[in-house]
């Protein structure tokens, strides 16, 4: 059975870790909120690493290099980056850096279905994530100003954080402003004329379900094409 290799943004940073240094799951976790990874992967619950490790493990991009016993803690297992990692690790991040499309956040897909809450209720979840995201701002520029001579390399994943957020501030507040005046407004009823101008036939459905099964047997020579469609052809 074929493994599936795709890139993961966790399997990244963990194979990323193991480039400096053979180290177990806790180190990792210590050092990924030390230098602020855990803002940009979710670690939240420690099996995700340990899952993302089992995974790398199976594609054969980490392996085992040793077992650490201590009187104080559980035994430890060290890890380490194989050869196939290494370069399995840049072929991700060239691709994970080019790549266009591939994200599919939350906050698009619930901006998608806006409507299924009234303008007020829209409102008020805007106004919550635009103040949560002025204090993620001012963090960021707190830490800017913490990191002093700190190479820029190192800040790149700040500065775009910071982009980003900025971007959506910017869209924030004007939704906002648009929905406390009024230019942008729904309600059941009109929402339900909008659908039905949009919504196609039953009939249409069940045709274009058809298209799919019609052009396969076409193409396997289990239907031949009607005389109309042939006479068609001819003429083209």
């Not at 001579?149 to 959506?168: I, Q, S």
């Not at 396969?216 to 239907?223: E, P």
């Amino acid at each position: 059975m074929k493994l599936d290799a795709r890139s993961s943004s966790l399997g990244l940073v963990v194979l990323g870790m193991l480039i400096d240094e053979p180290m177990h799951v806790y180190r990792m976790q210590k050092l990924l909120k030390l230098w602020g990874k855990d803002k940009v992967v979710n670690i939240r619950r420690s099996a995700s690493i340990y899952q993302t490790i089992e995974r790398l493990i199976r594609l054969e991009l980490v392996d085992v290099r040793k077992t650490v016993q201590t009187e104080s803690h559980p035994d430890r297992i060290v890890y380490g980056i194989t050869a196939k990692g290494r370069s399995t690790l840049r072929v991700w991040l060239r691709e994970m850096l080019s790549a266009v499309g591939g994200e599919f956040p939350d906050f698009p897909a619930a901006v998608s279905m806006l409507a299924l809450l009234t303008p007020e209720d829209a409102l008020g979840s805007f106004k919550v994530r635009a103040e949560a995201i002025e204090v993620a701002l001012k963090e960021l520029e707190e830490e800017k100003r913490a990191a002093g001579d700190v190479p820029r390399l190192f800040l790149l994943e700040d500065a775009y954080r910071t982009a980003l957020l900025e971007a959506e501030l910017v869209w924030l507040r004007s939704t906002i402003s648009d929905l406390e005046d009024g230019s942008l407004s729904w309600n059941e009823e009109w929402i339900r004329s909008i659908a039905a101008q949009h919504k196609p036939a039953h009939q249409d459905e069940n045709a274009a379900s058809e298209l799919p099964r019609a052009e396969t047997k076409a193409r396997r020579g289990d239907q031949k094409p009607k005389k109309s469609q042939a006479g068609f052809a001819k003429k083209r």
